[in-house]
């Protein structure tokens, strides 16, 4: 499940941060304590999205045909976040005549000049589906990662992970990762599992990405050690049979599961990541999926490489990575210089000194 998206576009302007619905106390309480148990919940019954409540808009990104809102579903007071998206075109073409090229697919002339032709295609509706995620209830930390915001560039060196990035991941108030828990312990998503190596020092979870719509052209999993590492910058040369034992056994598995050859996978942390328990990512390389950036991604191979080199080389390395404008770790590096205050904010420091 893990949410890790970087969205482009918007619908319309997007509310302050603060008009956000809200839990009640009582429910927000619960919520704090973990979502999974909350028992406002709409996912212990069979979810209505004609009883969705539409709120707002939060990204509409045209280059992935993806939708994100907020909303409240009716008979609920907590708010949710409903994610729609256009599910890609079957490679089989067996299930592309069955979809498209039959005689049940209306095609809707607009326009026609020389040889081009513009037409409204609709298929049949097995094939009209979108995939969808629920997020419910959903607190301010899950709506706030799906509105788009201004992105900025850190250098991170070693001293501004310690003195900035280390409390704050102490401190914040991070999603809860108890649904890790969940699938190391073996009470969830057992059934999206395709590899599990139990030992407690080099062994993982490798299970399918929450987000993956089941066709090989998209694969994508996520490697859960059972090991638990905060983020990249703890990796050292004790982690390097963990890191080769991931990037080994999990192609392998890949392999004999799926049919596509380690030449063929992408295997990459990231940083800063969208939840602090390390994990790996795996993707078929020719699947531009989020989050495979330059400034986020880091391949495995690479991160191996350089400890092999260095063995704290990941406390000497200068990391660059994004951070989103209004942010705690964006204002954490504002209050410290490293990135520029706006006008508005240095007019209201001003006025309040």
Known sequence: MALTIFLEGMAEKVLDIEEKVECPPAKKAKLDESSSENNDSIHEKEVNLSTFEMKRILQNNTYRKQICIEGIFKGHEC??????????FPMEE?????????????????????VYGNYECFPTREYNGLNTIVIHPATPKHIDKFIKKELHIINETYELYEKVVSPYIKSMDTFSL???????????????IIYQDKDKDVGFVLLTDLKW???LSTLKLIALPYQNITCI?????????????????????????????????????????????????????????????VEKAHLLSSVISNIELIPDYYKKAVLSFVVFKGDLLFKKFQEIGILEKDNEQTETTEAES
């Not at 708010?79 to 890609?88: G, R």
């Not at 108890?178 to 999206?192: F, M, P, T």
């Open 79 to 88: 708010p949710a976040v409903v994610v729609l998206e256009k599910k890609n």
């Open 94 to 114: 067996l299930f592309l005549k069955r979809g498209f090229f039959n005689e049940s697919t209306i095609l809707r002339k607009l326009y026609t000049n020389d």
């Open 213 to 215: 719509d089941k066709t």
């Open 178 to 192: 108890k649904w890790i828990d969940n699938i190391l312990e073996g009470k969830a998503e057992q059934e999206n």
């Open 233 to 293: 910058r703890e990796l050292n040369e004790t982690h390097l049979p963990l890191l080769k034992n991931i990037q080994k056994a999990g192609t392998e598995a890949i392999t004999e599961k799926f049919g596509i050859p380690a030449s063929q996978l992408r295997l990459y942390l990231h940083y800063q990541p969208s939840y602090y328990y390390l994990h790996v990512h795996f993707s078929y390389l020719m699947f531009d999926t989020p989050g495979i950036f």
